[in-house]
Every structure is written in structure tokens, then in C-alpha cells.
């Protein structure tokens, strides 16, 4: 039998690439929540199946993150544990996960995090690039004139840069 979870908010990072990657804690914690709520349904059924966990899944993502989220904080204020998970990584990178947090304190609602896989500092280690030190900026903005006055403010800095991309937009320049 599974132990029961302080009720509250856990942000379970989740394998990229590799369904093996997951940490222990992050299969106790996911076997245990009341509710998972996910990037994509679709991909978490599949993480979910691959380890034998049955727990109920439902979408938080960007387009749906006002509502969802409404609805989650009313959860977690009567009680509930709930995950959220990315659809590979740790949650709140480069996903609408911040949103849920920040209302989630706002209501008192514990969160945890549960650490794991990151795709920025996976891609830091395998860089070559020196580790020590660096700045993860995210995503650049979409808009060519941004995106070049962003990159401007960034010369003088003396790190290695993390940036996510979309691989549609790297030709784009």
C-alpha cells in the first residue's frame, strides 16, 4: 500500500527521452497523488502505463492554464495532493507551470518539488561549454527585433548561455 501525501502541490520532473530516467521519489509521489496534472494527457498515460501507475490525469497546458488552473488551486485548497508534470523534464520550464504555482501559494497550498531530469542542463553537460557559470534565458522572444535586442543585453555577460528553441525556428535565425 502506498502512503498517503501531505495534501499540496508536487512538481515531478519527468524522463526525457528515456521512461527508465524517472527518479524513485517521483514514482512513490506520482503513485500516491490524488490527481496528475499534465502537459499532455497523452504522453503521461503512456509514463504512467510503462510503470504500472493508475492515477487520474488531467490537462494543464497552456491553452487551457486560466481554468484548469482555477480549478486545481479549488482541489489543492479542499485537501487534495496533486503532480504536475511536463511532458518531459521538470515542470515550470519553459511551460505554464509558474501560473499554478504562484496561485497555488497565494492560497497557502504547500508545494514540493520532486527534482529530476532537465533538459537544460542536460544539454549544458553535453555541451562541452563551461558549466561555471551559466545563465538559462529560456526562450528568446518570437519577433526577429526582440529576439535581436534581447541577445544584445546578453553580450556582455560572461556565462554560457542556455536557450530553448523551437527546431522550426533555428533556420529562421
Known amino acids: 500500500m502506498t502512503p498517503a501525501l501531505t ?12 521512461a527508465a530516467d524517472i527518479s524513485l521519489r517521483a514514482l512513490a509521489v506520482l503513485r500516491a497523488v490524488d490527481l496528475i ?9 503512456k509514463l504512467l502505463a510503462i510503470h504500472g501507475l493508475a492515477r487520474p490525469v488531467v490537462s494543464y497546458r497552456e491553452a487551457n492554464a486560466a481554468t484548469a488552473g482555477e480549478d486545481l488551486v479549488r482541489r489543492l485548497a479542499a485537501g487534495q495532493s496533486i503532480a504536475l508534470v511536463s511532458d518531459a ?14 496561485a497555488a501559494l497565494a492560497a497557502g497550498v504547500a508545494v514540493t518539488a520532486v527534482p529530476g531530469p532537465s533538459a537544460p542542463l542536460a544539454a549544458l553537460l553535453l555541451s562541452g561549454l563551461p558549466t561555471a557559470p551559466h545563465f538559462f534565458l529560456g526562450f528568446l522572444p518570437a519577433r526577429a527585433t526582440e529576439r535581436r ?6 553580450r556582455a555577460l560572461e556565462a554560457t ?3 530553448l528553441e523551437a527546431p522550426h525556428r533555428l533556420a529562421e535565425g
Open 37 to 45: 496534472a499534465a502537459e499532455d494527457t497523452r504522453v503521461t498515460a
Open 149 to 154: 535586442r534581447v541577445i544584445a543585453g546578453l
Open 161 to 163: 548561455l542556455l536557450v
Open 89 to 102: 523534464g521538470t515542470p515550470l520550464i519553459a511551460d505554464p507551470g509558474e501560473r499554478l504555482v504562484t
Open 7 to 18: 495534501p499540496g502541490l508536487y512538481l515531478v520532473a519527468t524522463p526525457i527521452g528515456n
